[in-house]
Nanobody, 122 residues
């Protein structure tokens, strides 16, 4: 059973930065496509970023501000978030899947973390 545990969320002022981490256990991490999704209050969960086989993908809303990376030796995926704004406030979820297709869609991911809260204040 694959388990994902996120950390690194918190409260930050607009314009600031945070780095989220997600540690995986119980599976072949290096083979997985890993993604980050977020859900703001009253909104549906949305794609943020994904990484597979050295390729990275971003939602337009975060492109140029967020960077996804992974360290397969540590079974960890990261999300560096810079130039944060109030609209980035949400619970951020780490997700994993086998295969590289449909990586923009949350229903394609089999494994999920519990989420970490990111709050951006003005």
């Amino acid at each position: 059973q694959v388990q994902l545990v996120e950390s690194g969320g918190g409260l930050v002022q607009a314009g600031g930065s945070l780095r989220l981490s997600c540690v995986a256990s119980g599976g072949a991490f290096s083979l997985y496509t890993m993604g980050w999704f977020r859900q703001a209050p009253g909104k549906e969960r949305e794609f943020v970023a994904a990484i597979k086989y050295g390729g990275t993908y971003y939602a337009d809303s975060v492109k140029g501000r967020f960077t996804i990376s992974r360290d397969n030796a540590k079974n960890t995926v990261y999300l560096q978030m810079d130039s944060l704004n109030i609209e980035d406030t949400a619970v951020y979820y780490c997700a994993g899947k086998v295969g590289g297709s449909s990586l923009l869609y949350d229903h394609a991911y089999a494994y999920w973390g519990q989420g970490t809260q990111v709050t951006v204040s003005s």
